[in-house]
């Protein structure tokens, strides 16, 4: 069975940092692309970052640009997230979502609650 | 950053066809943009139903197509049903950067 299942989400202050964690496993980590998109609660989704199956590929959105990192560790079968800077508006429901062949987001994970709030 | 504009609520009644539309800031949606449809209940995760414009995954119901209409990206439903009333999001591609749109409502009535 494939599954997704996030972690690492916490209450932070403003300012402060955090990392979230994807664990997969039912398939084959290392040849999917990986996202991480976000949905405040009450909100719509938003889109995060995209990394390639091999970790040399590597977007982010604008709003998390400079301050969020995304990496892999595929012998571990392992997304994460390091969040930087964490501000009010990173207050959020983040998913980890795969590809798989065409699609980009065939499945997501039950996703984690990350607040920053002093 | 471009923005994806859906419509933010509309109303179907059971059995009946709607078309939600997804729109660019920067024009005409094309392929190039690979819309994607995702269908999202209250309290679940979401889940995508429609890739590259009009593919579809083996869970989704067959009365749901994606298309392209009128210079924007286009989910139809036909024959639609109670479970069907959720949040639908699109997305589209901008060279490797991803927007969704902010969700249409859809209520079954």
């Known amino acids: 069975e494939v599954q997704l299942v996030e972690s690492g989400g916490a209450l932070v202050e403003p300012g402060g940092s955090l990392r979230l964690s994807c664990a997969a496993s039912g398939f084959i980590f290392s040849s999917q692309n990986m996202n991480w998109v976000r949905q405040a609660p009450g909100k719509g989704l938003e889109w995060v970052s995209y990394i390639s199956g091999s970790g040399s590929v590597t977007v982010y959105a604008d709003s998390v640009k400079g301050r969020f990192s995304i990496s892999r560790d595929n012998a571990e079968n392992s997304l994460y997230l390091q969040m930087n800077s964490l501000r009010d508006e990173d207050t959020a429901v983040y998913y980890c979502?795969?590809?798989?062949?065409?699609?980009?987001?065939?499945?997501w994970g039950q996703g984690t609650l990350v607040t920053v709030s002093s | 950053q471009a923005v994806v504009t859906q419509e933010p609520s509309l109303t179907v009644s059971p059995g009946g066809t709607v078309t939600l539309t997804c729109g660019s800031s920067t024009g005409a949606v094309t392929s190039g943009h690979y819309p994607y449809w995702f269908q999202q209940k209250p309290g679940q995760v979401p889940r995508t139903l429609i890739y590259?414009?009009?593919n579809k995954h083996s869970w989704t119901p067959a009365r749901f197509s994606g298309s392209l209409l009128g210079g924007k990206g286009a989910l139809t439903l036909s024959g639609a049903q109670p479970e069907d009333e959720a949040e639908y999001y699109c997305?589209?591609?901008?060279?490797?950067?991803?927007?969704f749109g902010g969700g249409t409502k859809l209520t079954v009535l």
């Open positions: 979502a795969r590809g798989n062949g065409a699609s980009w987001f065939y499945s």
């Open positions: 997305l589209l591609s901008y060279s490797g950067v991803v927007v």
């Open positions: 590259d414009t009009s």
